[in-house]
């Protein structure tokens, strides 16, 4: 970062202080709302082939907001204390629009997971599960991670039997973590939750007759030409949802490089073929592009960024030519880099609603851990009957018979993972509207200030209603 760059969370600040300049705040109810209550740095050593080797790490709490505390865990060389306290910051803002009710954290280790066997990043795991015991910054009613960049299921298992080891007998220790494979308490529709929120974010947008006309664009996802940056857990799902709804996806960003094609990429072999081949360079029929940032100026109507932050800079903001940014990841577009999508006329949808359904499932996961049942368990069967009973009755009064597949398509009671995507859709649905509203409401400049102003009063009155501020 140069001298006159900002930082992450000086990014989220000014993002902050844009939306509070439309609200009637005391500056010091304001500056509680903003700061990082708690930041936990630590070192531990990790004994590899070559010796031994320190590692850095942080959790950071953002907000108490709301307890517990919430956020996910990231394993990248790029980890840095700025970066985690802007993260968790994010949080905060997050849960708040999206209702769910937790304080913001993020947690970090400064490594680069591909260069460590699985041995060695249990231990790690493990080891940096143990340092949060320690300091009591881990715990189902305290705070709980969950996974994010370069962590996922296998990750928040180890987190989860570890502070069970350390806290034995209590009952609600795997609510101390979320994202764990279902076998360890983990809920059906996690992995996906995130991209899949995308999808219902990115869909309710383009679904938006006034929005549409404006940027000239057709209602509706039918041929959006799509590029995505990332093809991790965000954006694989996001993308796979949107083609599956008839989006085009025509350019795929990664690590090495892109690859675009104005007929389409099918997300799924383009994942398997990187899978394969560790690249995704030599897709058949797909133009390359050496340097991955390039595919953000590609032609087309929506980017979705995820993979990290501050891709959408000053520098090739100009060159954008979508007409939606749709940010999957958190903080892909800098303060200066939206001044200049705003004046193109640019809309973007922010990332903290539009990646908020992994803390949302999360939410639900949570949920499930401490209630020790599946959801759909108890009412399931009740429903199916019922309904069988309701259709029996109108077969008999019309004379008229449905057939099977009719009435196990109409009679289907609700599994875990019909009720956690219904919940999810409406989070998604109902937040975009309630931010849509604030940004037409207070004529701010874009949805970002309308969500941040949307989540400031809802911390604020939380605040003021404990009696803290007056
Ligand atoms: P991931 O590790 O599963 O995937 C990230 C992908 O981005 C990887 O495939 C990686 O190779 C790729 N990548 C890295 N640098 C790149 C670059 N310069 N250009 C293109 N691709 C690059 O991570 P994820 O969980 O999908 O997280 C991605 C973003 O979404 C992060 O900003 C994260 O904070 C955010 N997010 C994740 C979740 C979640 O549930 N996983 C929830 C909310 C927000």
Redesign the pocket.
């Known amino acids: 970062m140069s001298s006159h760059e900002s930082s992450f969370f000086e990014d989220v600040v000014r993002n902050f202080d844009k939306a509070a300049a439309f609200l009637n705040y005391p500056q010091g109810l304001l500056d509680q709302i903003k700061v990082c209550n708690s930041v936990y740095h630590f070192s531990f050593p990790v004994h590899t082939e070559s010796g031994y080797e320190v590692v850095s790490a942080w959790r950071v709490e953002h907000s108490q907001h709301k307890l517990p505390t919430k956020g996910?865990i990231?394993?990248?060389t790029s980890v840095n204390e700025d970066e985690v306290k802007a993260?968790a910051a994010l949080m905060t803002f997050?849960c708040a629009i999206v209702d769910v009710p937790f304080g913001g954290a993020k947690g970090g280790i400064k490594i680069d997971p591909r260069k460590y066997t699985p041995d060695q990043l249990q231990r790690i795991t493990r080891r940096y599960t143990a340092e949060l015991v320690k300091k009591n910054f881990i715990g189902p009613g305290i705070d709980v991670p969950?996974?994010?960049?370069?962590?996922?299921q296998r990750e928040m298992a180890w987190i989860a039997d570890t502070y069970s080891a350390l806290n034995p007998g209590q009952i609600d220790a795997s609510g101390c973590v979320t994202?764990k494979p279902i076998s360890q308490g983990g809920i059906r529709g996690?992995?996906e939750?995130?991209?899949r929120g995308v999808f219902f974010g990115i869909r309710e947008a383009c679904n938006n007759k006034e929005d549409m006309k404006r940027l000239g664009l057709t209602v509706g996802l039918d041929g959006k030409r799509v590029v995505v940056?990332?093809?991790?857990?965000?954006?694989?799902?996001s993308a796979k949802f949107l083609q599956d709804s008839g989006c085009i996806i025509v350019g795929i960003?990664?690590?090495?490089g892109?690859i675009h094609n104005s007929k389409g990429l099918d997300v799924l072999s383009v994942w398997k073929h990187?899978t394969e081949t560790k690249s995704i360079f030599g897709y058949p029929g797909a133009v390359e592009l050496k340097n991955?940032?390039d595919?953000l100026e590609l032609d087309c109507d929506i980017i979705v960024?995820?993979?990290?932050?501050k891709?959408i800079t000053s520098s090739n903001a100009p060159r954008i030519k979508a007409k939606i940014i749709a940010e999957?990841?958190?903080?892909?577009t800098t303060p200066e880099a939206e001044e200049i999508l705003n004046q193109k006329g640019i809309l973007i949808i922010p990332?903290m609603y539009l990646?908020?359904?992994?803390?949302t499932v999360?939410y639900f996961e949570w949920l499930k851990n401490l209630q020790h049942v599946r959801m759909g368990r108890m009412g399931k069967r009740f429903v199916e009957s019922s309904t069988m009973q309701l259709i029996s009755t109108i077969e008999r009064v019309t004379e008229h018979m449905l057939s099977y597949d009719e009435k196990m398509r109409l009679t289907h009671g609700p599994d875990e993972v019909d009720l956690v995507n219904s919940g999810l859709e409406d989070t998604m649905i109902s937040s975009y509207n309630e931010i849509h509203s604030i940004w037409k409401e207070k004529k701010c400049p874009d949805m970002r200030t309308a969500a941040f102003i949307g989540s400031i009063n809802k911390i604020a009155t939380s605040y003021m209603e404990l009696g803290i501020f007056p």
Do not use: C, I, M, W
């Open positions: 996910g990231r394993y990248s993260l997050k969950a996974p994010d960049y370069g962590t996922g994202g996690r992995v939750a995130t991209g940056q990332g093809l991790g857990n965000v954006g694989y799902h960003a990664e690590f090495e892109a990187r991955g940032l595919a960024p995820a993979a990290l932050e891709q999957g990841a958190n903080g892909p990332d990646n908020a359904g992994g803390v999360s």
